[in-house]
């Protein structure tokens, strides 16, 4: 069997627990691709806002919305380096860096729900919980 979300002793997720955790998740970089990254934080957040009851989706889709906050943010200082001429040089590799990560912590993310496991994001700015 596999391993259940922390703090949770009762039975594992349901298949719509499981589902919106997944949905949270993945969400994130599909609205980012779509949106050139303006919209990345919006799946997240309704997921979260839908789910509030469901402590495995919400868990999801809070750290989803926590660390697609943190990139976005950093996505915006790359933005503003890329405006000065030697802020090039940083904000090109650190953007293909910044999309790489994400995509593998948002895959690993929707893996380990699958999974009816809990994903810890590496880099978070914690405003939802």
Same mark, same amino acid.
């Given at each position: ?25 993945? *969400? ?6 779509? *949106? ?19 402590? @495995? ?7 989803? $919305?926590? @660390? ?8 915006? /200082? *790359? ?5 000065? /001429?030697?802020? /090039? ?9 910044? @999309? ?13 729900? *699958? ?7 590496? $880099? ?6």
């Amino acid at each position: 069997m596999s391993q259940q979300y922390p703090g949770h002793s009762g039975p594992p997720p349901s298949d719509s627990s499981r589902i919106a955790a997944i949905l949270a998740h993945l *969400s994130a970089p599909i609205a980012a691709v779509l *949106s050139a990254g303006l919209l990345s934080l919006l799946g997240p957040l309704l997921v979260w806002l839908v789910k509030k009851d469901d402590p @495995f989706a919400r868990r999801a889709a809070a750290g989803a $919305f926590n @660390f697609n906050l943190m990139f976005w943010v950093l996505f915006i /200082v *790359s933005w503003l380096l890329i405006l000065t /001429v030697i802020g /090039v040089l940083v904000a090109v590799p650190l953007m293909i860096v910044l @999309f790489v990560v994400s995509a593998w912590c948002h895959i690993k993310g929707a893996i380990k729900a *699958s999974n009816n496991q809990s994903y810890d994001y590496p $880099f978070q700015l914690r405003m939802l919980s």
